[in-house]
């Protein structure tokens, strides 16, 4: 019987992938957002009023994962960008394989300044595959209860900013902003939060604002989220 | 279903290393698993238990896990403590800047194996 000290990374195969596409995308000045949230959560409908709003202001495409069906890229057709489904056929997260298996697709869109990602709607499972991505963000409806980032910690840690969705609903609810705001801080202090309705647009410009500054800043060089600070690898 | 596929990578990384050093069987697995990695490590196991025995050099092997727990730092007034329910505040001075030092590790630190002709191959053996 022999003893081994592997000490070898668990997620080494994803994480390979996923630096290959950061550098890639490094060179490209393509920024990627991994969008993150459980089921229904409105991320399809937020890109959906994301993309109305950036029609010729810069060059966008997404990739939308879904374990069924490809309703998500039709809705998200009619804006003239280029989309794409991934159907995951019962996988619960998207993995970097996937991403670079539509990464032709990407380039055939040609230079791009955005491409958003639309995870499966699970808020644990993706939140340990990097994709390469410059942020991941992550979203929580008010209708899922104040008390999610404490439940799910690890997601709003470790997202690079969060978005409180359906506010136009807010009236409807026993739901406080108050505690919402307080639990995120708590898991995560310094973390951009916008509080918007894709509904009524309220919110939207600041959470515009925020994407046209990561553009900015991947253009000249740096990434104002500091990249993937979630880094893993061998101690030894 | 998180822990499904982390067995299954788990399996992936042991068998490679198993076939790397010539192994004809695995005996046992030590997996750490960070706090910060939203594990449930029991779940885990308990799939490793089964995606284990799918596997010619794992089948019947002992799968353990440590948790390796978070280690919180303050940059601002240098305090370092033991993550407490996921507050990434300071205690001490308030700060929003807490850094992990640890907690995100998820690796097959170690493994237990039989070599062909067990006995006359002994050492550690380096990896690739
Ligand atoms: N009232 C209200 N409903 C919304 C809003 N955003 C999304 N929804 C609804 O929430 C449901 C799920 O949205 P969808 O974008 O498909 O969620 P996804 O699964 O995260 O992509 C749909 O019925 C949307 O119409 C919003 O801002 N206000
Ligand atoms: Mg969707
Ligand atoms: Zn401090």
Not at chain 1, 10 to 21: H, P, Q, S, Y
Not at chain 1, 161 to 172: Q, Y
Not at chain 1, 185 to 190: F, K, L, Q, S, Y
Not at chain 2, 89 to 100: Q, Y
């Amino acid at each position: 019987m022999v003893k081994l000290d592997v000490r070898a990374n668990v997620l080494e195969a994803n994480d390979k992938i996923a630096a290959r596409l950061r550098q890639e995308w490094r060179g490209r000045r393509t920024v990627v957002i991994n969008l993150i949230s459980s089921p229904g959560s409105g991320k399809t409908t937020l890109l959906e009023h994301t993309l109305a709003r950036l029609q010729s202001r810069l060059r966008v495409a997404v990739l939308v994962g879904d374990v069924q069906t490809d309703n998500d890229a039709r809705r998200l057709a009619p804006f003239g960008f280029p989309v794409r489904q991934i159907v995951t056929a019962g996988d619960c997260h998207l993995e970097a394989h996937l991403v670079e298996r539509h990464l032709q697709f990407v380039e055939a869109a040609g230079g791009l300044d955005l491409l958003f990602i639309e995870n499966v709607g699970n808020l644990v499972c993706p939140t340990d595959y990097d994709l390469g991505e410059d942020a991941k963000v992550v979203l929580l409806s008010t209708t899922e209860g104040e008390d999610k980032p404490l439940k799910y910690p690890a997601i709003f840690h470790r997202a690079t900013a969060a978005l409180l969705t359906k506010t136009d609903l807010l009236p409807h609810l026993d739901f406080s902003l108050e505690l919402v705001r307080h639990n995120l801080r708590t898991v995560h202090p310094g973390v951009p939060l916008f509080e918007v309705s894709a509904r009524t647009g309220v919110g939207l410009e600041a959470w515009l604002d925020w994407l046209f500054l990561q553009v900015r800043a991947k253009c000249s060089g740096n990434t104002v989220t500091g990249g993937d600070r979630h880094v893993r690898g061998r101690a030894g | 279903m998180h822990e499904l596929a982390l067995a299954e990578e788990i399996v992936r990384v042991a068998d490679k290393e198993a076939a790397h050093v010539g192994a004809t069987r695995v005996l046992s697995v030590g997996v750490t698993v960070g706090q910060l990695m939203q594990v449930e490590v029991d779940c885990l196991l308990f799939l490793l238990g089964i995606v284990g025995d799918t596997s010619r050099y794992t089948a019947g092997a002992a799968f353990e896990a440590t948790v390796e727990p978070a280690r919180l730092h303050c940059p601002e007034c240098g305090a370092t403590w033991d993550m407490d329910d996921w507050v990434f505040l300071c205690g001490r001075c308030g700060s929003t800047e807490v850094r992990a030092l640890s907690g995100e590790r998820l690796e097959v630190t170690t493994m237990e194996v039989e070599l062909d002709g067990d006995g006359q191959r002994t050492g550690a053996t380096d990896r690739w």
